[in-house]
């Protein structure tokens, strides 16, 4: 399949915003949201962790009268619960000790466009009951104030949780749940739209090759099947990075689908580990084969430490080693340790480091939340 037949099956109305796919359960999608974009009505999208819920997000305001206005993508369990509601809705003058200036929230600076609410099951419950006024009539209060303020702003929300578990545990408000599912957007994972998985390699090859200045892959029919055929958890997502990696390690080459089960099976944790590392003429196109590297001697030193757990150890304590992993300069010796898992300084600060500061991917990386990745940041004060 060449790039020019991809192109003409991405489709004239969203080609633009780069949101590609011509499967059936896509199309069924697509169909919806141009049907419902142009509305102004609020649209809560689910999906697994990685099936394009903010692109579709997106996509709902491109494809609306608010295209020219401002978007807005706040991810909820990013911020800290205490500042969320400052935040969304800002404050007034005075309403606590360091408030000396009125200020503005993202629900203000959203005037006339879109918010694209992101992890909307991390919203806390008091927050939860602003969000439904403002759903309901588009007015809400500033937090230490009196009047009410008037916006025009859409709502699309995004959660991979089940909410309907969180109402009935007490975590989520059934009203605003009700209101919020009214126009329900379902991303299929990519295991229920095979057909496209071709068509984002190729597109992903191309650019990953633009992004790392490396040549464009090439892909044997059988490397496309071994790709189609295998489980990506992480959907889209984790597709992307995958073909990253391989233009990286193969690049400008065919890829074969020995090659594929190569990388595949070495994938011992979400990672796919170079075997052999070429190319050392520069350093800054290598950092990726460095930061392989040391994934590679991370989940080794995992490896170990399972295998002297289970020839030697009968005394540690239960779920030692389900703790989330840690960095490479970890003593090889298992400690006791039981409570709260544990992660420091320098793990968070090379997590954030390779993820370029992206703080959702660090903390899905460190297999810790958003919020909690946050107060760390602050508690270290760490710098990037
Ligand atoms: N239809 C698509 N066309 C092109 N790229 C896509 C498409 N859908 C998703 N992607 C890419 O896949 C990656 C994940 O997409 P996105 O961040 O929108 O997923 P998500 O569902 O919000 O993930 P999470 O649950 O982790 O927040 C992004 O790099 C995005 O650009
Ligand atoms: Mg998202």
Not at 199 to 210: G, T, Y
Not at 264 to 273: A, C, E, F, H, P
Not at 373 to 383: A, D, N, Q, S, T
Request: glycine share 8%; proline share 3%.
């Amino acid at each position: 399949m060449s790039l020019k037949q991809i192109d003409m099956n991405f489709g004239p109305n969203y080609k633009d915003y780069g949101v590609i796919g011509y499967s059936e359960k896509i199309s069924e999608v697509v169909t919806i949201v141009k049907t419902i974009a142009p509305t102004g009505l609020s649209v809560l999208v689910s999906g697994e962790s990685g099936t394009g819920k903010e692109v579709f997000a997106e996509l709902i305001h491109r494809l609306s009268d608010r295209k020219n206005r401002i978007f807005v993508p706040i991810n909820c369990g990013a911020i800290p619960e205490g500042l969320i509601e400052n935040e969304l809705f800002g404050h007034e003058k005075g309403s606590f000790t360091s408030a000396t200036d009125r200020s503005k929230g993202y629900f203000e600076n959203a005037d006339g466009g879109t918010i694209f609410l992101d992890e909307i099951g991390e919203l806390p419950l008091q927050a939860q009951v602003k969000l439904l006024r403002v759903l309901e009539n588009g007015t809400f209060m500033k937090v230490g104030g009196v009047k009410n303020i008037k916006v025009n702003v859409r709502i699309v929300a995004a959660t991979n949780k089940d909410l309907v578990k969180m109402v009935e545990k007490g975590q989520f408000r059934e009203d605003l749940y009700y209101r919020l599912k009214a126009v329900t957007i379902n991303l299929p994972s990519l295991r229920e739209r095979l057909a496209d998985i071709p068509v984002f390699v190729l597109k992903f090859a191309f650019d990953s090759a633009a992004k790392y200045k490396r040549d464009v892959l090439t892909f044997e029919k059988d490397a496309i099947s071994e790709i189609v055929n295998h489980h990506w958890k992480g959907n889209i997502r984790e597709l992307k990075n995958f073909i990253d990696m391989l233009t990286v390690m193969e690049t400008g080459k065919t890829v074969t689908g020995a090659s594929v089960r190569k990388y595949l099976k070495s994938d011992v944790s979400g990672s796919y580990l170079p075997v052999l590392v070429k190319d050392n003429e520069d350093s800054e196109k290598n950092s990726e084969v460095v930061f392989r590297t040391l994934l590679e001697i991370k989940n080794e030193i995992n490896l170990i430490k399972k295998f002297i757990f289970n020839t030697y150890s009968r005394n540690i304590s239960p779920g030692y080693f389900d703790r989330p992993e840690r960095t490479v300069e970890e003593p090889s010796e298992p400690e006791i340790v039981s409570g709260e898992p544990v992660t420091d300084k320098d793990e968070i600060v090379f997590t954030l480091k390779k993820h370029g500061g992206n703080r959702r991917k660090a903390a899905s990386e460190l297999k810790i939340s958003e919020r909690t990745l946050y107060r760390k940041i602050e508690k270290y004060g760490i710098e990037l």
